[in-house]
């Protein structure tokens, strides 16, 4: 039997790195190949997966990535779309350059959507598969100081429905998990800021999120135990987005 195959982008650190961990615990046969080469380069001594260094937003190399993923693996089960960058610098929206947005809509928005696009013309052939995206609350939850950040992640919530709508006919399952607040080096610089809004009450549960978190929302869909809910967002985020009055 073919062991199962999976590509996760940005798999070497943070929510990435949790996921390799989460989907891998019973199945040594998925496959990561991942992007920043340190990090990777340990991350395949501990686990044993496969790497390849890729910016998302190039076309050149997410050809590469695919074909270097052909070459290894007869099929691919599962992609996690979850490379992603914050600003380099948080400015508030009067003063953001165009730069900065041309990055994160190339790694945040763009790549996801191309590569998915290619991916899901691999698992055709098979008539299966299973495609997340990682997204975040900065979907729908505005933030002035980094406008670039919320405008990628909202446009790739569409994306999702979109492709969960044109692939569900093929059996190709689509899905976005949202994290909330997630204790990753993105966010380490504004770290202890989280922490106190959270300690007075931010999360009706009151802790941050782990990598471990998120991990467990992809292991379930890879484990197809939601496969008849194609399109679906799992709100990975401590209760944030629950209204009350």
């Not at 790549?111 to 055709?124: D, E, I, N, R």
Request: hydrophobic letters at 40%; aromatic letters at 6%.
């Amino acid at each position: 039997m073919t062991q199962p195959s999976a590509i996760v982008t940005g798999a070497s650190r943070g929510i990435g790195r949790g996921h390799r961990y989460g989907a891998g615990e019973d199945s040594s046969g998925d496959r990561d190949v991942s992007g920043r080469r340190d990090a990777a380069e340990s991350l395949r001594g501990e686990t044993g997966c496969e790497i390849f260094q890729c910016d998302i937003g190039s076309g050149a190399d997410r050809a590469a990535l695919l074909a270097f993923a052909r070459e290894r693996y007869e099929t691919l089960d599962l992609l996690v779309n979850n490379a992603g960058v914050a600003p380099r610098e948080r400015r508030d929206l009067l003063d953001a350059t165009e730069e900065s947005f041309d990055e994160l809509i190339a790694t945040n928005l763009k790549g996801p959507h191309f590569l998915t696009q290619q991916a899901a013309k691999w698992m055709t052939a098979a008539k299966a598969g299973r495609i997340v995206f990682v997204t975040s609350i900065s979907s729908y939850t505005a933030s002035v100081n980094r406008g670039e950040y919320c405008i990628s992640k909202a446009g790739l919530s569409m994306t999702v429905a979109l492709y969960a709508l044109r692939l569900a006919e093929l059996g190709i399952k689509v899905f976005e998990i949202r994290p909330g607040i997630i204790r990753t080096d993105m966010i380490a610089k504004v770290e202890q800021v989280y922490e106190e809004k959270i300690a007075n009450g931010l999360l009706p549960q009151r802790r941050m999120g782990e990598g471990s978190d998120v991990a467990r929302a992809v292991r379930a869909i890879a484990d197809g135990m939601l496969d008849y809910s194609t399109g679906q967002v799992l709100n990975v985020d401590g209760g944030f987005s629950l209204r009350a009055l």
